[in-house]
Structure formats: C-alpha cells, structure tokens
C-alpha cells in the first residue's frame, strides 16, 4: 500500500530543520498509561505544536514520495512502519499516530519529538530525515532505519546475540552500548534536554556497532512536573510529581541506573502488581543490588538510583567515565580473579587437620601477591583489599592455632587496623611461645654435652688428687691403727658431700654434671656408712677387708657413671677394678694402687672436659 503526501508548499531541508528547532515546544502535563513498562506520554503540548501543525500545512509534496512496506512495530503512542523513501531509493521509517489517536494533543506531541529530535543532531540519536503531512493532514515522522534489534529484546533473551560483534561476555556487549547511550544522553542535556524516558526498549541496537536512542517523545527541559511522566518500571522519585520534585538532568542519571540495574538482573527496578507497588518500589529507591555483580557496576547503579538528585553522579558523561573506568580495571580484576582461585586453594589447605606448612605458605605468597599485582593497576580495587585482609587474617588464625606466636606476629603486621581482639590474641600467643622458647634452650643448655665442662672437670681434678693423697695418707695413720684409717675414710666424704653442697647451684646447671656428681655423692655417702659401721664394729679384719673392697666399689659406681652419663669414664671403672685386683695379690701395695686409680680418675676427668667447651662458651 501506497501513501502519497501532499502539501502547499516545498520547503527546502534547511528550511524544514529552522521550522522545526524555531517552533519546537515541551509538553506540560502528562497521562499515566498503567503498563509498567509503556511509557506514561504526554497529554497537553503548547501553543507552539499548533503553530507547527500549521507551518506544515503550507509545505507541499510531491504525491509517492513514500511508499509503504510494511509495519515495524507499535510505539508507545504511534504506529511505526517501514516505507521506502522515492527521492533517494532508502527504507526509512515512518511514525504516525494510529487513528484512533489521531487527536489534536497526541498529534502536538508527535510533531514536538520530531522537532526535538530533529534538533539534537548525534550519532546516538535517531535521525529525523523529514516532518510530512500525509493525504488525510496527521503529521507523519520520516526518520532512518536501523537495522537492528531493540536493546530491551537483547538484554531480556528476547532476541540473540548472534550477529553482533562480542567477546562472548553478555555484561561486556551491554555495558558498551549503554556507554554510547551515555553519550546521547550527555548530548541532549548539553542541549538543556530531559529524556526522562530512557530504558532499553527506546535503544535500538544495530548490527554493525550502531546505538541509537529513540523516543524522546515525553523529552523536557529542567522543570517541576506537574504529573507523572514516563515509564514506570523506571520512574526516578521526583518524577512522581510530588510537591517539591524537580525534574533535571539528575532524573536521566537516574534513569541510566535503572538501565544498569536491569543489565544486572534482567528486570527493571520497579514492577509490582499494581501501580501503588511500583510507586513504593520508586520511594524505596535505590534496590538491592544482586551479591553476584560486579562490585564496581552495582556501585555505580546504587550511586544513580539514590533518591537524593544531589547524591547521584554529577552528570552522563560522569556514569560513562564510571563504566570507562570498569574497563580499564578489567586486567586488575583478572589478577584478582586468579589470585581468588589460590585463595580456594590456601583454604582447603588451611581446613586440614596437619596442614603442610610450605604448601600453605606458598599458596599465601602467591595469592597475596596476585591481589597485590591487581591493586598496582587499580589502587581503589576494593575487593582485592578485603581479599588481602581476609586471607592474611585466615593465615593468623592458622599459626595461631599452631602455636606459632612470632609468625601470626609478623603476618599482623601487614593489618595496621586488625581487630583489637585479634591483635591481643596474637600478643597472647607472642609471649606463650616466648616462655616456651626459654625454657627450651634452658632444657637445650641442660642437656647439652659441652655444658658444665668447667664444673665437671673442677670436681673431677680436685676428687682425683683428693683421692690420691687420702689413702697415702691413711697408709701412713694405717702403720698405726687401721681405726684411725677407717675414721679417714669416715672424713672424705663428709668433705665431699660438703663441697657438692656448697656448689649445688652451679652443678644442677647441666643435667649431666648433676647426675655424675649426684651418683658420685651418693657413692660417698654409702662408703661413709660403710666406714662408720666398721668403726662402730671394731673388727680389725673387717676393717681391713673394707679397705680392699673399696677399688672395685668405685669400679662399680664409675661403671654405673659411664653407662648414664659420660662413656669416657669406663677407663676409670676399668682402672679401679685393675688397682682392687692388684691390692688383693699384692697387699702391702693396696695403699699405692688406690692412689694410683684416684689420680688417673683425675687426669681422666682433666682430659674428658676440656675447658674449651665450658659452659660460658656453650651459652
């Protein structure tokens, strides 16, 4: 079907254009259309669409300058079908009214976006070719064809991504053309122009990079609203025409975050079942956003979405820079994205009974540094800063858990603001393992072979010579009386026992100098009692036969000492047994082999604790 337009007259372009900028007027009042998702158009244009109206009826054209192809779609108001342009050979489109809206207002308010659109002259912005009257007088709009698909279809699953360029990543595809919707809107308030009917489904999308924003039949200047005006699913606060609302270019800013929102989730922010639920969604602006989004575009849409106009980003172009800047993050948060798989990885570690130490803290090391990595491109990469918290976090209750004080210590140290029930913890576990740490190296110097070598090697000189000269000496007081000689034996030990005691401090230092002088002192003991049992007995053969059981006494107590403590005193064992033997055949020498063994217990305890290895040098 065929549809000739004609006219009184024949206006050039230019012409057509200045009658269309120089006329163009804003709606005052508003209807509300109860769809959520249609859009709430305007009901009063001014004066000035009349005037229009009448500039048109003097243009004249010559009849099948458009011939009918077929219907595009139904707009909010208008019905919109494809024509072929006859002047230039081109598909464009037609918008005219259907006829049952063919009513002086939806007409001024048709003729109002054409020359509103027609005056905001933007790559994103759908062209407006022509303004014609068709053979019955309505208004009918000639603008270009986009061959494409509405955003609303592609963001709803309605229609495919196939034959569009993308990486595969839908969130990506959306948020560039919302970044060229950014521009169109930045446009038209640089124009001093409202939209404030912007959603997907006045976007349309073509199939070679091409965005385009339609619709800007509800457009205004900055103004209080006498009604409600636009699309409910998206209504900002203030355009709920409360006392006090103040449409601006803030209500776009707003707008553009629904359109965010809907990226998110594939909904707009405000359906209900009745209007009353959309109009408490819109008071209880901004929503919740999804925990799955990422964290700098929900920002951004809960930024846009606030009820205060004054809280929202300052204009489009700032939201454009905001989604801009989401881009160039994007290698952060690839850094951040691997460094979280560590992060799975360091807790399952963390979760094991007996963890591997190396295999944890290598995990830790590369995790943090991949968050790191991702805060040297972008420093403001919040996420990766709470992931370099909670990870170290993790990793200090781990080491606490292990009783490893030093080492949650040196890991609070990367958190100059960990909890202060944290930061006690660790100090508790700090001190607990530096008690430990003490008495472990006292146990270590206890225990060590080299410590007491002074001690050791003090007491055994003196015992050897004591020892040497004190059965010289009872051999002397023994040509006189063999009691005399026991009451001797009585006195050495008694003037050994008093020596350990007056360096007892200094010998319990190494558990080996105290279990040598310990068994020692208590071999003197007995042969004390031995001694002064004869003495109380008086027996002289039992006397005497005390005196020659004594070498192979302190063969068995030196046998007992090389077992538990030190092995190089089996040769004084050895060297006693050697000398009892010898005073059994030769008795009259019983004093000489004494002696004999009691010195080389010295010269044995001399060479045995070499002075170099004291207990100062081990320490």
Known sequence: MSHTISDVGEPSLDERVSAV???????????????????????????????????????????????????????GQSAIR?????????????????????MPKQIKALLAEAWLTGAL??????????????EDGTPVLVMKKIEGKTWGDLIRGES??????????????????FMQVCNAVHFAHSRGIVHRDLKPDNVMV????????VDWGIATVPKTPKSVAGTPAYLA????????????????????????????TGSPPHLGEDMEAIVASVLESPPEMPEDAPAEIAQLATSCMQQDPAGRPQSAEAVRKAVERFFEHEGSRVLAREAARLEEELGVELAKAIGDKRRVYSLFTECRFGFRQSLVTWPDNDDAKQSIRRITEAMIRWELARGDGPAAAMLIGDLPDARESMKVAVDESVAKSAAEARRLRRLARTH?????????????????????LSPLVGEALGRKSPRELLEGSVLVPIMTLILFAASWKKITRSAITRGIMVTIAFAMGVQGVVAASLLIDG??????????????YWSFVLGLVSILFERGVFAGCVMYAVSGVAALKWPHLRFTFIATANLVLGVLAYVLWPTARDEGKAR
Request: aromatic share 6%.
């Open 237 to 264: 606060p203030e355009m709920l025409a409360r006392e006090g609302d103040m449409l601006s270019f803030a209500t776009d800013v707003y707008l553009l975050g629904a359109i965010l929102y809907e990226i998110l």
């Open 21 to 75: 900028v120089k006329l163009f007027t804003v709606e005052e009042t508003t209807r509300v259309v109860q769809s959520p998702r249609a859009t709430l158009a305007p009901s009063d244009p001014k004066e000035r669409g009349s005037e229009a109206l009448e500039i048109l009826k003097r243009l004249r054209h010559e009849p099948g300058r458009l011939i009918d192809v077929g219907p595009l779609g139904v707009g």
């Open 121 to 134: 002259e933007h790559p994103n912005i759908v062209p407006v070719h022509d303004v014609e009257l068709d």
């Open 82 to 102: 494809v024509a072929r342009q006859v002047s230039l050979d081109r598909e464009v489109v037609v918008k005219r009214l259907p006829p049952e809206k063919r």
């Open 448 to 468: 060590d072979r080299a410590t007491g070598n002074r001690q050791r090697r003090l007491f055994g000189v003196t015992l050897g010579v004591l020892f040497s």
């Open 206 to 213: 073509g199939q070679f990079g091409e965005v385009v924003v």
């Open 160 to 177: 495919g991504l196939e034959g569009y360029e993308h990486d595969g990543d839908p969130l990506t595809f959306h948020l560039r053309v």
């Open 539 to 552: 027996t002289p053969q039992v006397e005497t036969a005390g005196l020659a059981v004594l070498p192979f």
